[in-house]
């Protein structure tokens, strides 16, 4: 018993740093990004909390598997302590962990989050008192928390088996109803209600992380173009459209008015001359700065970097790929939800994570390299692409000037590309989030000159699908994933798409030229006064 609480303490502890290390992150990260102008403290202590609450969730994947896996020994049986009380307490502990931060993750994406949004855009629209604008908030949250309890009735009393006997009355298949939500302690109505969100969360990562996988490595590879040469064609720029306010002008010198359709044109280039000069003032800081020193010194190393995340965004797709043709030949079929027993095309990282599984805590490592990778990569596509709804560009995420609702969008986005980061990495490597290192005991008979002899000895064996319940212990976490088939169906069809994703990615990213030094930074829509708040990058 002893040897367990210090086998569990260890898989805490570790977990205790993960936890400590993760809300640094999310800090620096969140203010990194945050408008200095126009940042709310509840905003930003929100989009802290869900972004670190989600990284928190993808954390315990290692220790679950971690866990589940030193309860047995290399040979294939279960040590000393680990009896079937001791078992399920562990089990157990890993699976409150997992309610309790799930809880955590519905009640941000459908109460906390929206109430804070739809606060701060009453704010800006109605200058009147809070009352009313907190009123208005809950109104609108109201609908979230109502799409909330429906998945979680569905998740709860949707049957996952249907009663055979053909003459069981309606109450009986009621009563069976409630008889297996209180057995699963409402693990189905949690799962479901997950499950909905990693879906939403699939489509964020097709849409961002797939092509954010192509564009960051790229990006580094080629870099930016000169401040110097920006600045100089942002001068003859200038001059151009100072001549052309001229010779519009030099029309009403005489006393006659403008036409109308000169006066719009007045107006645009004027709009157009004041955005051009704030170019001119942020690239003129930039070629100052000593920052562009330093990066230039650096150029090198961030082609370094690019080839490497180039070289792994490949190995993924390659991964994945491999993982879903697998199940395309030997899966049991779209109505189990493509779920494979076995492994029959194995994958780099199907064949690396449990071998580092042995040596803890390198898998827990390379566990956080992915997902930190997914999230810089979504980061990429998203500060790359703007957050659209359908045809409509909501926000546009800039370092130093992303205003408080697109803080909370961006947090939220990134929460839901976390959660399907866990069935991500499922696909990459099932027999490692399934079941870890562990290994199970199977009945041989030994040969002797080639014949059958009475003799019989245990061999052993990496567990999988086929291996015996008692024998191989499954984590929590492929519990919550494959619940229902539907969604493992859903996230199958995903794959598929997100590999497609990013080939296009990769082939408009080698297209497009190089980015310019203050992409994104100088808008036309931007004030003067928000040429002040990225001053604190380039001094």
């Given at each position: 018993?002893?040897?367990?609480?210090?086998?569990?303490?260890?898989?805490?502890?570790?977990?205790?740093?993960?936890?400590?290390?993760?809300?640094?992150?999310?800090?620096?990260?969140?203010?990194?990004?945050?408008?200095?102008?126009?940042?709310?403290?509840?905003?930003?202590?929100?989009?802290i909390f869900a972004l670190a609450v989600a990284l928190i969730s993808s954390a315990l994947l290692p220790v679950d598997i971690f866990l589940v896996s030193y309860m047995k020994n290399q040979n294939g049986t279960f040590k000393d302590w680990a009896d079937?009380?001791?078992?399920?307490?562990?089990?157990?502990?890993?699976?409150?962990?997992?309610?309790?931060?799930?809880?955590?993750?519905?009640?941000?994406?459908?109460?906390?989050?929206?109430?804070?949004?739809?606060?701060?855009?009453?704010?800006?629209?109605?200058?009147?008192?809070?009352?009313?604008?907190?009123?208005?908030?809950?109104?609108?949250?109201?609908?979230?928390?109502?799409?909330?309890?429906?998945?979680?009735?569905?998740?709860?009393?949707?049957?996952?088996?249907?009663?055979?006997?053909?003459?069981?009355?309606?109450?009986?298949?009621?009563?069976?109803?409630?008889?297996?939500?209180?057995?699963?302690?409402?693990?189905?109505?949690?799962?479901?209600?997950?499950?909905?969100?990693?879906?939403?969360?699939?489509?964020?990562?097709?849409?961002?992380?797939?092509?954010?996988?192509?564009?960051?490595?790229?990006?580094?590879?080629?870099?930016?173009t000169s401040a110097a040469y920006e600045r100089l064609e942002n001068t003859e720029d200038i001059e151009e459209v100072e001549q052309h306010l001229l010779r519009i002008k030099s029309k009403c010198r005489d006393g006659r008015p403008l036409s109308s359709?000169?006066?719009?044109?007045?107006?645009?280039?004027?709009?157009?001359?004041?955005?051009?000069?704030?170019?001119?003032?942020?690239?003129?800081?930039?070629?100052?700065?000593?920052?562009?020193?330093?990066?230039?010194?650096?150029?090198?190393?961030?082609?370094?970097?690019?080839?490497?995340?180039?070289?792994?965004?490949?190995?993924?797709?390659?991964?994945?790929?491999?993982?879903?043709?697998?199940?395309?030949?030997?899966?049991?079929?779209?109505?189990?939800?493509?779920?494979?027993?076995?492994?029959?095309?194995?994958?780099?990282?199907?064949?690396?994570?449990?071998?580092?599984?042995?040596?803890?805590?390198?898998?827990?490592?390379?566990?956080?390299?992915?997902?930190?990778?997914?999230?810089?990569?979504?980061?990429?596509?998203?500060?790359?692409?703007?957050?659209?709804?359908?045809?409509?560009?909501?926000?546009?995420?800039?370092?130093?000037?992303?205003?408080?609702?697109?803080?909370?969008?961006?947090?939220?986005?990134?929460?839901?590309?976390?959660?399907?980061?866990?069935?991500?990495?499922?696909?990459?490597?099932?027999?490692?989030?399934?079941?870890?290192?562990?290994?199970?005991?199977?009945?041989?008979?030994?040969?002797?000159?080639?014949?059958?002899?009475?003799?019989?000895?245990?061999?052993?064996?990496?567990?999988?699908?086929?291996?015996?319940?008692?024998?191989?212990?499954?984590?929590?976490?492929?519990?919550?994933?494959?619940?229902?088939?539907?969604?493992?169906?859903?996230?199958?069809?995903?794959?598929?798409?997100?590999?497609?994703?990013?080939?296009?990615?990769?082939?408009?990213?080698?297209?497009?030229?190089?980015?310019?030094?203050?992409?994104?930074?100088?808008?036309?829509?931007?004030?003067?006064?928000?040429?002040?708040?990225?001053?604190?990058?380039?001094?």
């Open positions: 018993m002893a040897a367990a609480a210090s086998e569990l303490l260890t898989g805490w502890c570790l977990f205790g740093l993960a936890l400590l290390a993760i809300l640094i992150f999310c800090w620096v990260y969140v203010r990194k990004y945050q408008s200095r102008r126009e940042s709310e403290v509840i905003s930003t202590i929100t989009a079937a009380n001791v078992s399920r307490q562990i089990e157990d502990t890993v699976l409150y962990g997992y309610y309790t931060l799930y809880s955590i993750i519905l009640f941000c994406v459908f109460l906390w989050i929206p109430f804070v949004y739809f606060y701060y855009e009453e704010k800006e629209d109605d200058d009147g008192n809070t009352c009313s604008q907190v009123k208005t908030a809950l109104k609108y949250t109201l609908g979230f928390v109502t799409i909330c309890a429906v998945l979680l009735l569905i998740g709860a009393f949707v049957p996952l088996d249907i009663p055979n006997k053909k003459n069981s009355t309606e109450w009986e298949k009621v009563k069976l109803l409630f008889e297996e939500f209180g057995s699963s302690h409402g693990l189905t109505a949690l799962s479901f209600s997950i499950s909905s969100l990693t879906v939403i969360g699939m489509l964020a990562a097709i849409t961002y992380t797939a092509y954010g996988m192509s564009a960051l490595p790229l990006n580094l590879i080629k870099g930016t359709r000169d006066r719009r044109t007045v107006q645009q280039l004027e709009e157009r001359l004041r955005t051009l000069r704030r170019r001119e003032r942020r690239l003129e800081s930039i070629e100052k700065s000593w920052w562009t020193k330093f990066y230039e010194a650096i150029r090198p190393l961030k082609i370094v970097w690019g080839v490497f995340f180039i070289i792994v965004a490949l190995l993924f797709t390659v991964s994945l790929f491999l993982s879903n043709l697998d199940k395309a030949l030997h899966s049991a079929g779209f109505d189990s939800g493509f779920i494979i027993l076995g492994t029959n095309l194995t994958n780099p990282l199907n064949m690396l994570l449990p071998v580092l599984q042995t040596v803890f805590p390198l898998d827990y490592i390379l566990i956080t390299t992915i997902v930190m990778y997914f999230i810089f990569t979504s980061m990429a596509g998203i500060r790359n692409m703007g957050i659209w709804f359908f045809w409509i560009r909501l926000y546009k995420i800039r370092r130093g000037k992303t205003r408080p609702q697109a803080l909370l969008f961006l947090c939220m986005i990134l929460l839901l590309i976390v959660l399907h980061t866990s069935y991500m990495i499922y696909s990459l490597a099932p027999q490692y989030v399934m079941y870890g290192s562990q290994k199970y005991l199977v009945q041989s008979n030994k040969t002797i000159d080639g014949q059958p002899s009475n003799v019989t000895t245990f061999v052993s064996k990496d567990c999988d699908a086929d291996a015996p319940e008692d024998q191989c212990i499954v984590t929590r976490t492929y519990l919550f994933l494959h619940k229902f088939w539907f969604f493992s169906a859903a996230y199958y069809f995903g794959n598929w798409a997100f590999i497609a994703v990013f080939l296009i990615g990769l082939i408009v990213s080698c297209c497009k030229g190089k980015k310019s030094v203050i992409e994104g930074e100088v808008d036309e829509d931007d004030s003067d006064m928000s040429d002040d708040e990225l001053s604190v990058y380039y001094r």
